[in-house]
T-cell receptor, first 114, second 114 residues
Framework: AQSVTQPDIHITVSEGASLELRCNYS??????LFWYVQSPGQGLQLLLK??????LVQGIKGFEAEFKRSQSSFNLRKPSVHWSDAAEYFC????????????FGKGTLLTVNP | DAGVIQSPRHEVTEMGQEVTLRCKPI?????LFWYRQTMMRGLELLIY????????DSGMPEDRFSAKMPNASFSTLKIQPSEPRDSAVYFC????????????FGEGSRLTVL
């Protein structure tokens, strides 16, 4: 069964610093990979997705993620964090084809210090 | 454009009472999902509809939970009778098609069962 691991429960960075959130997946075939963001009291919003092709994908709000098959990873990055990026971030995977089930990681809470 | 609309945003009820949560998906989306979010278990898929038909309800905790989608623009999740362990945030999400993982979430319904 597919699974997603986000090793970091909580990360604190200073505003303007770079950010990398880790995500590892377990799935036999090439997965569809996603990062979602959840602001307090809100639903989840899609940041970016990887289906195939270029392993470096760009998303909204200046985020990017890189798919590394050899490491089974799909880490999220941002060069310079803004205070408004404080939120919880979820990595997710769904198998291709007709499987609809989106499996979410437990999430990483990002705190941004001024 | 209106996103996924959920109501109520907050519900406080007593154990044993019936709870009905409502969802209006984005117009034109063919798939609808109900998720539950708790600190302990994270995001769990409860049930999934495609073209108004329930496809997989294996995530529904027990017979106390039921979901319907009478038409393309409305779905309900009902808990009867409610129990304190049902306290959670319930999210509805919709997508154009089921197998892409690109979900649009509502803002959630926070349920507290006393």
């Amino acid at each position: 069964a597919q699974s997603v691991t986000q090793p970091d429960i909580h990360i604190t960075v200073s505003e303007g610093a770079s950010l990398e959130l880790r995500c590892n997946y377990s799935y036999g075939a090439t997965p569809y990979l996603f990062w979602y963001v959840q602001s307090p009291g809100q639903g989840l919003q899609l940041l970016l997705k990887y289906f195939s092709g270029d392993t470096l994908v760009q998303g909204i709000k200046g985020f990017e993620a890189e798919f590394k098959r050899s490491q089974s990873s799909f880490n999220l990055r941002k060069p310079s964090v803004h205070w408004s990026d404080a939120a919880e971030y979820f990595c997710a995977v769904v198998s291709g084809g007709s499987n609809y089930k989106l499996t979410f990681g437990k999430g990483t809470l990002l705190t941004v210090n001024p | 454009d209106a996103g996924v609309i959920q109501s109520p945003r907050h519900e406080v009820t007593e154990m044993g009472q019936e709870v009905t949560l409502r969802c209006k998906p984005i117009s034109g989306h063919n798939s609808l999902f109900w998720y539950r979010q708790t600190m302990m278990r994270g995001l769990e898929l409860l049930i999934y509809f495609n073209n108004n038909v329930p496809i997989d309800d294996s995530g529904m905790p027990e017979d106390r939970f039921s979901a319907k989608m009478p038409n393309a623009s409305f779905s309900t999740l009902k808990i009867q009778p409610s129990e304190p362990r049902d306290s959670a945030v319930y999210f509805c999400a919709s997508s154009l098609t089921a197998n892409t993982g690109e979900l649009f979430f509502g803002e959630g319904s926070r349920l507290t069962v006393l």
